[in-house]
T-cell receptor, first 112, second 113 residues
Framework: DAKTTQPPSMDCAEGRAANLPCNHS???????VYWYRQIHSQGPQYIIH???NNETNEMASLIITEDRKSSTLILPHATLRDTAVYYC?????????????FGKGTKLSVIP | EAQVTQNPRYLITVTGKKLTVTCSQN?????MSWYRQDPGLGLRQIYY???????DKGDVPEGYKVSRKEKRNFPLILESPSPNQTSLYFC????????????FGSGTRLTVV
């Protein structure tokens, strides 16, 4: 029973913003949205996470809708090195529970 | 440099020969976890540990053992490997309460023949 739904693949032109959507309509109040990416058989890499406010760091921005049922990861200026599988994960973050369940993710291809 | 170190990176072994994949982190993280990744099945959690001497099963624990005798190390033990354990394995660690997310190791590609 997947907690998140992501498109299987997306293309993005190099230099453009990549907007990766994620639906999590059954998210509960104490669950966070995490984003990871995996570049070709390397270990997954943490990108960003949020609860209800929008978040930004040096890698990306995370926009969470007001009802928290969906979110968008934004890579502002995609480069070829951003080609990867991106995973949206909903999980509790706190005492006694910190398990990550990876779905199939979105394969992002950045095109020259 | 903050990192999770797995060894070995590649391993070919025979059915039934006990093996251990080591995992060590230098970030004083409390949470550690093992995943396996198979084509079409994605990343699946094998075992996790919330602290020293505290471990629990993930989604696919059969055929594996773990131990957490000290905070920095979380070895994965295959007592009697079988070909269906051929996979890409990742170790990961995280601070308590998940601040900053998990840091993953570079992976161990295991082949059991």
């Amino acid at each position: 029973d997947a907690k998140t739904t992501q498109p299987p693949s997306m293309d993005c032109a190099e230099g453009r913003a990549a907007n990766l959507p994620c639906n999590h309509s059954t998210i509960s109040g104490n669950e966070y949205v995490y984003w990871y990416r995996q570049i070709h058989s390397q270990g997954p890499q943490y990108i960003i996470h949020g609860l209800k406010n929008n978040e930004t760091n040096e890698m990306a921005s995370l926009i969470i809708t007001e009802d928290r049922k969906s979110s968008t990861l934004i890579l502002p200026h995609a480069t070829l090195r951003d080609t990867a599988v991106y995973y949206c994960i909903v999980t509790e973050s706190g005492a006694g529970s910190y398990q990550l369940t990876f779905g199939k993710g979105t394969k992002l291809s950045v095109i020259p | 440099e903050a990192q999770v170190t797995q060894n070995p990176r590649y391993l070919i072994t025979v059915t039934g020969k006990k093996l251990t994949v080591t995992c060590s982190q230098n970030m004083n993280h409390e949470y550690m976890s093992w995943y396996r990744q198979d084509p079409g099945l994605g990343l699946r959690q094998i075992y996790y540990s919330m602290n020293v001497e505290v471990t629990d099963k993930g989604d696919v624990p059969e055929g594996y053992k773990v131990s957490r005798k000290e905070k920095r190390n979380f070895p994965l033990i295959l007592e009697s490997p079988s070909p269906n354990q051929t996979s890409l394995y990742f170790c990961a660690s995280s601070l308590f309460k998940g601040a900053g997310g998990y840091t993953f190791g570079s992976g161990t590609r295991l082949t059991v023949v």
